[in-house]
T-cell receptor
Framework: AQSVTQPDIHITVSEGASLELRCNYSYGATPYLFWYVQSPGQGLQLLLKYFSGDTLVQGIKGFEAEFKRSQSSFNLRKPSVHWSDAAEYFCAVGGYSSASKIIFGSGTRLSIRP | GAVVSQHPSRVICKSGTSVKIECRSLDFQATTMFWYRQFPKQSLMLMATSNEGSKATYEQGVEKDKFLINHASLTLSTLTVTSAHPEDSSFYIC???????????FGPGTRLTVT
């Protein structure tokens, strides 16, 4: 079965500290992987995506993620968080087809400690 | 590029009435759009896949007669919540598929409150 697991419901980090949000997936074929961010009451913004190639993906706002096939993981990282990074983060997986649905993880809420 | 809009952003309606939500791809054509529902502090749940010129494909457990989807053009999909009830109150988000990149761009969402 296809699924995405984000084991951390809520994380709090200090401003300026590093961040890692965990994501594990289960998918029958080679997946497309995404990280989205959602501010309260807003839609989703794509931070980065992995389709193929270099397993370390750079995204917007200083975020990066690393695809590790052996661990079925796609963790999101940022070396130094800013107060504006406080939001809900969703990991998602899809397939190599325009007909493929995107399956979302349950999300991780990030709070920033001043 | 790849901007998706939704209208209205917020709507309050009385129980028993119908509400239409529009999803538009502003600067690209989208043969496929998706409708999601998001409960407070929860993830997005896919309701249906909307294909231009054909019937929508609904996910298991989603009532197609209650949530009517029409994708009449390459830039517009509509979701009509018929005979709305308070339990239909939710945040509805649409997305449009960019075929070349197999990537979905999301609208800003519509907050529906049924009183």
């Amino acid at each position: 079965a296809q699924s995405v697991t984000q084991p951390d419901i809520h994380i709090t980090v200090s401003e300026g500290a590093s961040l890692e949000l965990r994501c594990n997936y289960s998918y029958g074929a080679t997946p497309y992987l995404f990280w989205y961010v959602q501010s309260p009451g807003q839609g989703l913004q794509l931070l980065l995506k992995y389709f193929s190639g270099d397993t370390l993906v750079q995204g917007i706002k200083g975020f990066e993620a690393e695809f590790k096939r052996s661990q079925s993981s796609f963790n999101l990282r940022k070396p130094s968080v800013h107060w504006s990074d406080a939001a809900e983060y969703f990991c998602a997986v899809g397939g190599y087809s325009s007909a493929s649905k995107i399956i979302f993880g349950s999300g991780t809420r990030l709070s920033i400690r001043p | 590029g790849a901007v998706v809009s939704q209208h209205p952003s917020r709507v309050i309606c009385k129980s028993g009435t119908s509400v239409k939500i529009e999803c538009r791809s502003l600067d690209f054509q989208a043969t496929t759009m998706f409708w999601y529902r998001q409960f407070p502090k929860q993830s997005l749940m896919l309701m249906a896949t909307s294909n231009e010129g054909s019937k929508a494909t609904y996910e298991q457990g989603v009532e197609k007669d209650k949530f009517l989807i029409n994708h009449a053009s390459l830039t517009l999909s509509t979701l009509t919540v018929t005979s709305a009830h308070p339990e239909d109150s939710s945040f509805y988000i649409c997305s449009a598929l960019v075929e070349r990149g197999y990537e979905q761009y999301f609208g800003p969402g519509t907050r529906l409150t049924v009183t």
